[in-house]
């Protein structure tokens, strides 16, 4: 495994050595349940609340406001069940058409049940259509509008969301307003009290983490009803032993990602992801970038290849031992055209022919030229055949 090229770190990340190390301790002779009464318990709790902390800073929080989940999915199911058990007479649930579907999925299921959804369109770069969102929360409609949820960064195309001004808009209707971080947490500078979001899910895995551990960021004030009943664990917001070694790896993996954004380690992944697109560009006709003009994530390449299937590419791909993806992780079996990029106008055909290349802090650049070879050749195999 550990010659295998990684370009698919909006799927996971490796974990860090450093973040191993902050885990091992609590895998073996530290064992304590950080609801207990004794020292042991007392050492476990301790951790947690420092991880709180950690997490928090990350993403411009305070540690109160910051719960310990599953990971990204439980947090986002539980901000919007939340949302809506706040708010009994409000019906409506506005947002984008391009999220993943750990926010469309329960939505669609709420949705069967009687709940408006308004799925907000996106232009041709994957830019939210302000103007759209902004006519959902005027002032007649806005009235019934029980929650807002809205991803900061797409995970299939990178694609940073303006939303600069939404909580205001969310506030001034009675609105809660949620953000689907998991994709640009340790990315990206984020600061959630200044952006005015009420909720906000966060992920481990996704910078260099542990997998099966996240967290719910629950503004101070926010009206909150817990997803997962049955003990006093959280402050009552998520009953459940935590995972302590996950939230000491989560904690681990925060403090280095806070410190790659401080020191410009995100501009290096930028270069290389440049590197990468350009080289394409030169070496692959009829190859194209989505989404270049927009802002996007510094990490993130969503590529269309001419009269190519990802399917075959990335059975290509991965018999020369370079992981991508075409899209989530979560649908990569489902073998449907990309539904982000089919909302930005794409036939199903040229989305079902793009592939999706996500760079790490643990990215090189002779990784990317070796990346690159691999790509150039399995491009001209496969096309040697049509």
Do not use: Y
């Not at 550990?2 to 073996?28: C, S």
């Not at 999220?99 to 959804?117: F, K, N």
């Not at 907000?120 to 009235?143: C, I, S």
């Not at 650049?365 to 040697?384: G, P, T």
């Amino acid at each position: 495994m550990t010659d295998l090229l990684d370009l698919d770190h909006n799927a996971t990340t490796p974990v860090l050595p450093e973040v191993l190390a902050a885990m091992l301790p609590w895998l073996g002779e530290r064992w304590g349940n950080p609801s207990s009464a004794h020292p042991a318990g007392e050492a476990a709790r301790d951790l947690v609340q420092g991880a709180r902390s950690d997490v928090a800073r990350l993403v411009g929080a305070n540690a109160r406001e910051i719960t310990f989940t599953s990971g990204g999915t439980e947090a986002t199911n539980t901000a919007i069940r939340a949302a809506l058990a706040a708010r009994p007479g409000r019906r409506t649930v506005v947002t984008s058409a391009v999220e993943h579907s750990a926010t469309l999925e329960p939505l669609e299921d709420l949705e069967r049940g009687g709940l408006r959804v308004v799925r907000v369109g996106v232009d041709g770069e994957g830019r939210l259509d302000r103007a759209a969102l902004e006519r959902e929360l005027g002032a007649a409609a806005g009235a019934g509008v029980a929650l807002v949820t809205l991803q900061t960064a797409n995970n299939e195309t990178g694609v940073l969301f303006d939303l600069d001004g939404i909580a205001a808009r969310c506030g001034a209707v009675g609105a809660a307003f949620h953000v689907d971080a998991v994709q640009s947490a340790g990315k990206v500078a984020l600061d959630l009290r200044a952006l005015g979001a009420d909720f906000a899910s966060l992920s481990a895995h996704k910078i260099h983490g542990p997998k099966g551990v996240g967290a719910l960021f629950a503004r101070d004030g926010a009206a909150f009803e817990p997803l997962l009943r049955g003990g006093p664990q959280e402050g009552r917001r998520r009953a459940g032993t935590e995972n302590v070694p996950g939230i000491a790896g989560f904690a681990r993996a925060a403090v280095l990602a806070r410190a790659a954004l401080a020191d410009g380690a995100l501009d290096r992944v930028r270069a290389l992801r440049d590197r990468f697109e350009t080289g394409l560009a030169q070496r692959v006709s009829g190859a194209r970038v989505h989404a270049a003009a927009a802002p996007r994530l510094p990490n993130t390449s969503n590529v269309g290849f001419e009269d190519l299937d990802a399917e075959s590419l990335l059975s290509a791909l991965g018999a020369a031992g370079l992981c991508a993806s075409a899209g989530s992780a979560c649908h990569a079996q489902a073998r449907k055209p990309s539904h982000v990029l089919v909302a930005m106008g794409f036939s199903p055909a040229e989305a079902s022919g793009s592939a999706r290349f996500s760079l790490g802090r643990t990215t090189t650049a002779d990784e990317i030229d070796r990346a690159l070879d691999i790509v150039v050749e399995a491009v001209e195999a496969l096309r040697s055949f049509l």
